[in-house]
T-cell receptor
């Protein structure tokens, strides 16, 4: 079956760095997305990786290793507004999105 | 504003009723979707609609039906509502199906069935 695993919840301190991991098993692979979802709001697109390596976008970076079925989202210089859920999603061979349950990130002052 | 908009934001109704949720996108996207997010926060695809092609998730009960009057609208009709239908429903759109095509989500409709 297809499966995406992420930690349920993580806690980090304002100003610090946090890494949110995602492992996946899918029928084929056509890329991996990260979305941010604040409580009570819609998910918003953060990043997309299809090739191995690190994609940097400001304070956020996303890494992919296709051979390991692994990705992480790295958030630097954490701000209180980064408190949200972070959703990992993979495109399978049929270009269907398979979603993880999300990681709730709590930022403490 | 360019966006995906859905109404209503909140919907409280009783078991057995029939209800609709409306969705409109003015982004010029070709593909629209309906997702259900349950209490465990999993996003589950219900339908995708692209150029009059409807793809249905086979796990979705046939009480749920999408209606698309045109490319910019995809409404969701639900018949004979059940307690288990309580969830947040998100409409989304993307420029095209497949490939690198991030989703743009509406703000969600929180459905509560009593």
């Amino acid at each position: 079956g297809q499966n995406i695993d992420q930690p349920t919840e993580m806690t980090a301190t304002e100003g610090a760095i946090v890494q949110i991991n995602c492992t996946y098993q899918t029928s084929g692979f056509n890329g991996l997305f990260w979305y941010q979802q604040h409580a009570g709001e819609a998910p918003t697109f953060l990043s997309y990786n299809v090739l191995d390596g690190l994609e940097e976008k400001g304070r956020f970076s996303s890494f992919l290793s296709r051979s390991k079925g692994y990705s992480y989202l790295l958030l630097k210089e954490l701000q209180m507004k980064d408190s949200a859920s972070y959703l990992c999603a993979c495109l399978d061979s049929n270009y269907q999105l398979i979603w993880g349950a999300g990681t709730k990130l709590i930022i403490k002052p | 504003d360019t966006a995906v908009s859905q109404t209503p934001k909140y919907l409280v109704t009783q078991m057995g009723n029939d209800k609709s949720i409306k969705c409109e996108q003015n982004l010029g996207h070709d593909t629209m979707y309906w997702y259900k997010q349950d209490s465990k926060k999993f996003l589950k695809i219900m339908f995708s609609y692209n150029n009059k092609e409807l793809i249905i998730n086979e796990t979705v009960p046939n009480r749920f039906s999408p209606k698309s009057p045109d490319k910019a609208h995809l409404n969701l009709h639900i018949n004979s509502l059940e307690l288990g239908d309580s969830a947040v429903y998100f409409c989304a759109s993307s420029p095209r199906t497949g490939e690198y095509s991030p989703l743009h989500f509406g703000n969600g409709t929180r459905l509560t069935v009593t």
